[in-house]
C-alpha cells in the first residue's frame, strides 16, 4: 500500500469512526422507540481490516448466521452489511414483536421483515451521519437478507471485493438491552474513491 493511500485509510478510519459513534445512538434511539425496550450500542470501534481476516471477527465459520445487506448509493458507493449470530437474530425478532413468547416457526416467518428493518435502520442512521458531516448525498437502497454459514458469507464478501482491495472496514458493535449484550457486525464496504471524498468533504468542526 502506498504512503498516499496508507494516509488516507487512516483518515478515513478516524472520521468513519466518528460517523459510527454519533449514529449509534440514534439507531439505538429508533430501536427502543420501535420495540419498547430500552437499547443501546457500546464498545462502538471502526477499524479497517484485512480481507483476509474478515472470517476471524465473525467467529465459529461453521455457526448459521443471518445477514442483511444495503447497496450505497449516491456521491459514494459500497455496501453495509449487518450480521447477527442465529442466537442474536432470533432474539431480536422475539424482541421486536414485543417480547411474545414465539415459536421456532413464528420466528422464522417473521425474521426477514424484523432483520430487513433493523439493517435499514442502522444502515440508514450511518449514512445519514455521513451525509450530515460531508454535505454528499449518501443513500442506501432497499435492504435483502440472506440466511447462510458464517463461512459461506465470508467467502461471498471476500471473492467479490478482492478486486478492490485487500482491506475494508468493519463497525463492531454490542448491541445491549438494558445490561445484556447481543452480538452483531456491521461491515462497510466503500470502493476508494468513495473513501477519498468522504475525506475530502468532511466537515471538520462537525467532527470535534
Not at 445512538?25 to 471502526?46: P, R, V, Y
Not at 456521491?75 to 453495509?80: F, P, R, S, T
Not at 456491521?186 to 471524498?197: G, N, V
Request: with cysteine.
Amino acid at each position: 500500500m502506498s504512503s498516499e493511500n496508507n494516509k488516507l485509510c487512516k483518515e478515513a478510519v478516524a472520521v468513519l469512526n466518528k460517523v459510527w459513534k454519533m449514529s449509534s445512538q440514534k439507531a439505538a434511539e429508533d430501536l427502543t422507540i420501535m420495540s419498547g425496550d430500552n437499547f443501546h450500542l457500546s464498545n462502538m470501534n471502526f477499524q479497517q481490516v484485512p480481507l483476509e481476516d474478515i472470517p476471524d471477527l465473525i467467529g465459529n465459520p461453521e455457526q448459521i448466521v443471518s445477514v442483511v445487506m444495503l447497496e450505497i448509493t449516491g456521491k459514494c458507493k459500497g455496501e453495509i452489511l449487518l450480521i447477527l449470530p442465529e442466537k442474536s437474530a432470533d432474539e431480536l425478532v422475539s424482541i421486536l414483536f414485543g417480547n411474545y413468547q414465539l415459536s421456532a416457526e413464528e420466528i422464522e416467518e417473521n425474521r426477514q421483515s424484523a432483520l430487513r428493518e433493523t439493517g435499514n435502520i442502522l444502515g440508514s442512521a450511518f449514512l445519514n451521519s455521513i451525509a450530515a458531516i460531508t454535505d454528499m448525498e449518501v443513500l442506501p437502497t432497499v435492504p435483502v437478507d440472506a440466511k447462510d454459514m458464517t463461512a459461506a458469507i465470508m467467502d461471498i464478501i471476500q471473492i467479490k471485493y478482492a478486486s478492490i482491495g485487500d482491506q475494508i472496514f468493519v463497525a463492531e458493535s454490542a448491541l445491549m438491552r438494558d445490561s445484556k449484550p447481543m452480538a452483531l457486525y456491521l461491515l462497510a464496504i466503500f470502493e476508494p474513491e468513495s473513501l477519498a471524498e468522504i475525506v475530502k468533504h468532511s466537515n471538520r468542526s462537525f467532527l470535534e
